[in-house]
């Protein structure tokens, strides 16, 4: 049986949503595509955790946040979990996820949140000197620690670098049961075991 888990990937606009999107389910992105501006998309991808089946992911993406624009209450929700992403060369970028971890956590009232963090490395040239996007890098390393949100670095541009971030969060969403849906299942097992 086929498991679907719905993610709502946010952030502020131009930090990459779509392209991280676009590029993990069809592997398309070049520097020189041209993107525009989502108010909103569904995307679905089949993702392979290594536990047997597929698992289906149906992908939320939103509008890029500005401002004091709020996400619709529905869209948190309907969300099995939350993909925040920033731009490490955006501090305004990272700031606007607080706010929307906020909403999270008004909406998902004692749920167990699934949340991870994903800063978009756009290519660019930085040479010599202190990158000012490490000081940014370190700042959402220590939000997530304390907040316990896994944080993965990425560049839309790369593929392979999308695969650990959503990989895990299937894992996540659906984690194996352990036990039987059909507790009379389990003990005329446990009855049959004991006849021989």
């Known amino acids: 049986m086929v498991k679907v888990g719905k993610v709502l ?5 131009g930090v990459g949503k779509t392209a991280i999107i676009e590029q993990l389910i069809c592997g398309n992105i070049t520097p020189d595509s041209e993107l525009h ?7 679905v991808a089949s993702i392979d955790t290594g536990r047997g089946a597929r698992d289906l992911l149906r992908i939320f993406d939103t509008a890029g946040l500005q401002g ?3 996400l619709p209450r529905q869209y948190f929700q309907l969300s099995d979990a939350f993909v925040l992403v920033y731009d490490p060369s955006d501090p ?12 999270i956590e008004k909406c998902k009232d004692k749920k167990e949140m699934i949340v991870i963090v994903v800063a978009n490395m756009h290519m660019r040239g930085h040479r010599g000197g202190m990158d000012p996007a490490e000081a ?8 997530c620690a304390r907040e316990r949100f896994k944080h993965y670095v990425v560049n839309a541009m790369e593929r ?11 894992a996540r969403i659906h984690v194996p049961q352990t036990k039987s849906a059909f507790p009379q299942l389990s003990k005329l097992t446990q009855k049959n075991s004991l006849n021989y």
């Open 92 to 103: 305004a970028s990272l700031d606007i996820l607080a706010g929307v971890k906020s909403d």
């Open 68 to 70: 004091n624009i709020q």
């Open 9 to 13: 990937i946010c952030g502020m606009k």
């Open 37 to 43: 501006p989502t108010i909103e998309d569904t995307y």
């Open 160 to 170: 392979a670098s999308l695969y650990e971030p959503f990989i895990s969060l299937a």
């Open 136 to 143: 940014i890098l370190n700042r959402a390393n220590i939000w």
